[in-house]
């Protein structure tokens, strides 16, 4: 039975993305030249394809091949990633998340200094964030 598609990236499509994301436009051979591994020709044009059908890329013909080109950005593409793993694994809380990563120390203190310095000029800077937070349920509520 096969498995059912999912609309996030697996890690090699993750990484064919920054490919693309970091080139512009590639051809299959671009990609797989710049992927770890050193995959299969015909995986990478499998994985294409597949990001083809989810949305993620676009393809033109140019010559005998193809040239891919995101349709996604790389900033949607972490806010889906983002939300589904808030999602599946923490209950929808921002705040369980960020306490995983203090607890294993994924997150230095200075970092954790660095973002509340960071938070009045992003919350400033995207109201629409901040509203989003207020109106977030916490968790136990």
Do not use: C
């Amino acid at each position: 039975m096969a498995r059912a598609q999912s609309e996030t990236l697996t890690e090699r499509e993750a990484q064919i993305m920054d490919v693309v994301w970091n080139q512009g436009e590639a051809s299959a051979e671009q990609v797989r030249e710049a992927l770890p591994g050193q995959p299969h020709d015909s995986t990478v044009r499998t994985l294409l394809r597949v990001l083809v059908s989810k949305g993620y890329l676009t393809q033109e013909t140019r010559g005998k091949a193809y040239a891919y080109s995101a349709v996604i950005g790389r900033d949607n593409a972490q806010k889906s990633a983002l939300r589904s793993v808030l999602a599946r694994f923490f209950g929808g809380s921002a705040e369980d998340l960020v306490l995983r990563l203090i607890e294993d120390r994924q997150i230095t203190p200075d970092q954790i200094e660095e973002l509340r310095r960071k938070a009045p000029e992003e919350i400033s800077k995207n109201p629409k964030r901040n509203e989003t937070r207020r109106r977030s349920p916490k968790k136990g509520s």
